[in-house]
């Protein structure tokens, strides 16, 4: 079973979404991944990433990182910042729709607090 995996990293910043997006495709585009799981997998890095962006460090400088691992019809991806961690936001300009989106279109989703601050969203995909 071959297993493929890429690390990137990204300024959190209105671009840090399509970038992650287009990492993602690009490194799925060679294992013919179905169509519509490929477009779960992409909505939920948006989602994520977003996150990151707005929620984690809230128009401070930071970087996101992504990491994908891809074995036989399974994909490991985690998204992590080391912004202000998972707190409530009274002035959110969001709906809080992101996370529970996340949770249908991924087999698994789990959020940690990293040592040393932020946030991880560990997410496991079948891509059959």
Do not use: K, W
């Not at 992650?20 to 690009?26: D, P, S, V």
């Not at 490929?38 to 930071?62: K, Q």
């Not at 074995?71 to 529970?100: C, F, W, Y």
């Amino acid at each position: 079973m071959s297993e493929s995996t890429i690390r990137r990293s990204f300024p959190a910043d209105q671009a840090a979404p399509g970038a992650a997006r287009r990492t993602i495709r690009e490194f799925l585009g060679a294992v013919g991944a179905d169509p519509i799981r490929l477009a779960d997998v992409l909505l939920a890095v948006s989602e994520v990433v977003t996150n990151c962006v707005v929620h984690g460090y809230r128009g401070r400088p930071g970087h996101v990182a992504i990491e994908a691992r891809h074995t036989g019809d399974r994909l490991e991806l985690s998204v992590a910042d080391h912004g202000l961690g998972m707190r409530p936001r009274i002035d959110s300009p969001g709906l809080g729709l992101g996370l529970p989106l996340v949770g249908r279109v991924a087999d698994r989703v789990d959020i940690s607090a990293p040592q040393g601050g932020g946030t991880r969203v560990s997410m496991s995909f079948s891509l059959d």
